[in-house]
């Protein structure tokens, strides 16, 4: 039995722990140790712990480190209200929670699959609960592998022990494929139990992760321009140019840099061609860093076509802006006890309205990514509309602070922060006091915004605060965006670190807030069983049946009441499932830099009613039985560039000459998919059926537009006796195509079975030189 989702959304805490008591006085859950959910070590789950999970959300009385695994309900690594909900319907329904599931891998960072890496990006591996103190984890457990050669990187472990991190010694190598490999034999959690590092419950398997790194290798006649400013003006209103900015390429700084001239302005070439990142240092402007007050240094993620010497950098206009960094911002932070970050007292004089802002750096928690840990730490408001580049479509964040280091570039664990509750800068309107909102950072490893998790209104409506368990994970530029609501995020963002990519819906009484009367059925390709029937659909339909029958004569006529007549239903649609939505959307966004949106075509219910009778003797009822059926399509417009253009780099062997080529690629894709099926319900009252189904047949194969150019070379001789000459060639038209395959067929009264699921992507082109063609093709994903 589930609480409503509306009352659920309705009550304050205190009335819900009041109404969970009021069913669970005779409920609870019991199993042997260790029992999830049970956080007060009574060996029992119930109301109490609900009421203790709910204090330490409030931040009224946190929980001791120990307990906090134990109210992860849902294994996502975090401790959010989702969990307290879980916990209630576990003990409501007095399911047994089958004991805490091992530890296992929550997220590799970079993903499974991921390109264009960053040369500098270090691995992170994220576990659902803390290892065991004894358990070690070195680069002979915890490894990177690249043409079968071992990578030389250190291992740092978190003082939660809920991370290991991967810090490479050198520079990942240039456009290249790389193994990590984290093998779990030996490893314990914190209950001193084998993890199982896949999730599946087979202990001592290994945990692999590839991806793909991006090229950093100039291009000729390629270049990047641009204009750096202070981000604040001066007393007349003017932009500030800032001179002697070094800005370089990461991966190639001793070859490919430069400075801004006394107009701010640079050039940069040749750079890389597609995506590739820089390194932006604005202290050398005025010298005074760390200890005078200086401009940062900042990591950007840049685009250029080849062949063009005037890419503006971070695309739009150029315009780069720094902030200033106020003397004696930076303070030092402690490593035996919390530290206290706030803004400085000549900048809370002028901006008094920023007050109390601030960031608590738990004790010793930032390190170098050589280990060495300490140095200081310093916050700074930035305008939002003068950043390094300009915030993403549709994030408009009220404001934007910078948390700079003298020289460190790791938090061990997130950081709470406290930020003002600022207006929305649409509707000025501030957040009320306990409303969510989400703390949006910026990635300077992916080069991207994303939402590193939840922030709640404090009651007296002045601030918004981290949850707990959430954090500022890096230095960097950071803020909150009213309305919206933040997750932990997981290495595909759908939280269920199930490694398919794909959303897993909870079963249950509806409870799904999306509007529909359909439970959010699990469709994922293992097999569950709902044991909810309590689906209830409203199809608005007026029917006009006599219930005056005699149900005595006849137990063959009762149990069917076939006197009462068969009413064909053809009335208002039924709303399609969100879980079918939500499945086909997020298989079309498995297509790297796809954000797909799907949009419904729903038809009329056909049907039939009937009345039923339980027992022979009783009276019929109205319309007990009924099945219903609708037919709709999702589809959805697929635009976007979803691949390169970067530069593929391979040898062709024509007989005649080997050539050496430079194949620069891009991928558009420009499609309108779609999938039409069925679904519905079949209920009978006097049977004790009630049961939601729907089937939908997927087999696309959608065409992307692939744009190439190229540019080849042949070599005679070897290594500085060689000699090399252009020569002429052609290349077909390359083709790219997405293949998806799988089905979804759900009945919830007898399981789930089916998926959707994203085959491949692959790039193919023809390449022909001196008669001669040769074939090639490039797996892009995954």
Not at 95 to 116: H, M
Not at 553 to 574: F, H, L, R, T, Y
Request: proline share 7%; aromatic share 8%.
């Amino acid at each position: 039995m589930n609480l409503p989702s509306a009352l659920r959304m309705a009550i304050s805490y205190r009335y819900l722990i009041a109404t969970i008591f009021a069913y669970v006085t005779t409920f609870q859950l019991q199993a042997e140790e260790p029992v999830l959910g049970d956080l007060n070590a009574d060996n029992v789950a119930n109301v109490q712990d609900v009421a203790l999970m709910v204090r330490h959300l409030q931040g009224i009385e946190f929980l001791p480190s120990e307990s906090t695994p134990f109210a992860d309900v849902n294994a996502d690594g975090l401790l959010t209200q989702t969990d307290v909900e879980d916990l209630v319907n576990l003990i409501l329904e007095q399911e047994p929670t089958g004991g805490i599931d091992l530890a296992k891998i929550l997220q590799f960072s970079p993903a499974n699959g991921e390109f264009d890496v960053s040369p500098t990006r270090e691995t992170v591996v994220r576990f659902s609960m803390p290892l065991s103190e004894d358990s070690v984890v070195t680069n002979d457990n915890f490894f990177a592998t690249f043409a079968g050669e071992r990578l030389l990187t250190r291992v740092e472990l978190s003082s939660d022990r809920m991370k290991a991190t991967l810090f490479y010694l050198d520079y990942l190598p240039s456009g290249a494929r790389v193994r990590v490999t984290f093998d779990g034999e030996g490893i314990k959690d914190f209950l001193g139990r084998p993890i199982s590092v896949n999730g599946n419950g087979e202990i001592n398997e290994i945990a692999r992760s590839d991806f793909e790194t991006l090229s950093y290798a100039p291009v000729v006649n390629t270049g990047i321009v641009g204009t750096v400013f202070a981000s604040e003006k001066d007393s007349e209103g003017n932009d500030i140019p800032l001179q002697g900015v070094v800005i370089e390429v990461v991966g190639d700084e001793e070859n490919t840099r430069t400075t801004t001239n006394a107009s701010g302005e640079f050039e940069l070439t040749p750079v890389p061609a597609g995506r590739f990142f820089v390194n932006v240092d604005g202290r050398p402007v005025t010298g005074g860093f760390p200890n005078e007050g200086y401009y940062p240094f900042i990591g950007k993620a840049w685009e250029a076509v080849a062949g063009v010497d005037d890419n503006p950098a971070g695309g739009g206009e150029g315009i780069i802006y720094l902030p200033y960094i106020q003397p004696a911002a930076l303070i030092t932070v402690s490593s035996t006890e919390e530290t206290k970050v706030e803004f400085s007292n000549d900048l809370i004089s002028e901006n008094p309205e920023l007050a109390g802002t601030e960031l608590l750096v738990p004790a010793n928690a930032l390190f170098a990514n050589d280990g060495t840990r300490g140095g200081r730490v310093g916050i700074a408001p930035v305008d939002p509309d003068r950043l390094p580049e300009e915030l993403p479509p549709g994030l408009d964040l009220p404001l934007v602070i910078t948390i700079q280091t003298d020289g460190a570039t790791n938090f061990d664990v997130p950081v709470p922060i406290k930020l003002p509750n600022t207006p929305d800068p649409e509707t000025g309107e501030k957040l009320a006091p306990g409303e969510r909102s989400a703390l949006w950072s910026f990635d300077h490893d992916v080069g991207e915004w994303e939402i590193a998790g939840p922030m709640r209104v404090s009651d007296d409506g002045m601030f918004l605060e981290t949850e707990p368990g959430v954090g500022v994970r890096q230095p960097g530029w950071h803020g909150q965006r009213p309305g919206s609501s933040g997750g932990g995020g997981g290495g595909d963002g759908d939280g269920d670190d199930d490694g398919d990519d794909l959303e897993d819906l909870p079963g249950g009484d509806d409870g799904n807030d999306d509007g529909d009367d359909f439970e959010d059925l699990d469709v994922d390709s293992d097999t569950d069983t709902d044991t909810d029937t309590d689906t209830d659909t409203d199809t608005d339909t007026e029917t006009d049946t006599d219930t005056d029958t005699d149900c005595e004569d006849s137990e063959e006529d009762c149990e069917d009441c076939e006197e009462g007549g068969i009413i064909a239903v053809d009335g208002p649609a039924i709303p399609v499932p969100s879980g079918m939505i939500k499945k086909f959307e997020k298989a079309l966004n498995r297509i790297p830099r796809v954000r797909a949106e799907v949009q419904v075509t729903i038809g009329q219910t056909t049907g039939e009613m009937q009345d039923c009778c339980p027992d022979p003797k009783a009276q019929p009822i109205s319309n007990g039985r009924m099945k219903a059926e609708t037919k709709a399509q999702l589809s959805a417009v697929l635009r976007a560039k979803i691949w390169g253009p970067p530069l593929i780099h391979f040898e062709v062997d024509f007989k005649v000459l080997i050539g050496e080529f430079l194949l620069d690629a891009g991928v558009n894709i420009n499609a309108s998919p779609s999938i039409s099926g069925s679904y519905g319900v079949e209920r009978n009252e006097c049977k004790g059926v009630n049961c939601a189904f729907f089937e939908f047949a997927v087999n696309l194969n959608i065409g992307l537009e692939a744009l190439v150019e190229a540019t080849a070379e042949y070599c005679v001789g070897y290594g500085r006796f060689a000699y090399c000459d252009d020569f002429d060639f052609t290349v077909r038209p390359a083709a790219v195509f997405a293949n998806f395959k799988g089905f979804t067929n759900v009945d919830s009264c007898k399981g789930v079975t089916g998926n959707i699921g994203l085959d491949k992507i692959e790039f193919v082109a023809d390449i022909s030189a001196f008669g001669i063609t040769v074939a090639y093709k490039y797996q892009i994903w995954p």
